[in-house]
């Protein structure tokens, strides 16, 4: 049978990357290949682990990636209202127009007269659509501010969730303090290049937006008790499920 050259390099290159990330015979080899036999895929896991420690570099919050102001969408819901109650004021005057020249027009086609029917009942129901719009807003942005705030939940911490339910389910547990050592390990090792990677990834900021304090120093978490902390809390934030072979987190 024919090899492939082209799947041999690759597993030359991950063989390179894995001894360069986790030299044999240390213990974080001994940890990584434990992870392994348990039933991790060596690459998945070394890909998972590799993400996490780059999202420490630019850990941007959930308003970040969404395009969001956080003090924006505080004040969203009172202006949605405001503009609810000038709709109000000028929808009586609006209908009645849409009505004497279009909807009532003999001239006009059925189709098109049905048409501005259907537009007249969009208008006289957007205000009160923009209301409840504004007391969902108002719901939201509380629970957001609790559970996700800028320093609850970030492309970091969600990289390093996924990174526990991988191993979580590969394993039937998260191994804490195994991943805790290897992601420890592995920001250590590639130190130099993530301070390349923070250095690129600080210069494209969006038009007078202030720079963070620490925005390119992330910190890791590399503790197993934080480690613990933050996949527990994912539940209750709604980022991941309890897993389907239990009836409760996973905690080991």
Known sequence: ???????????VDFKKRKDR???????TRAKFEHLCCLGCDPRGLLSFLTLAVFNSQWQRSIYDVYGVSQSALVKLPERLEK???ELEA???LLGH????????????SDQVR????????VYQSTPELLRALAIDLRAATARLTKYVGPKRYDTFRHAVVDLLKYVDTCTKSPHY????DLLDHLSS????????????????RRTGARKKKGATAGKLLTSSDALKALYLRSIKYGFRKIRPDTCKPATA
């Open 21 to 27: 990330d986790f030299p044999p015979g240390s213990q």
């Open 97 to 108: 127009y849409v009505r004497a020249h279009f909807v009532e027009n003999p001239n006009l």
């Open 114 to 121: 049905s048409r501005c029917r259907h537009q007249a009942t």
């Open 1 to 11: 049978m024919a090899v492939d050259g082209g799947s041999l390099d690759s597993e």
């Open 177 to 180: 303090e195994e991943v805790a």
């Open 90 to 92: 000028v929808n009586l």
């Open 189 to 204: 090792a590639q130190q130099k290049t993530l301070q390349s990677v923070a250095e690129c990834l600080a210069k494209p």
């Open 83 to 85: 503009i609810s109650r």
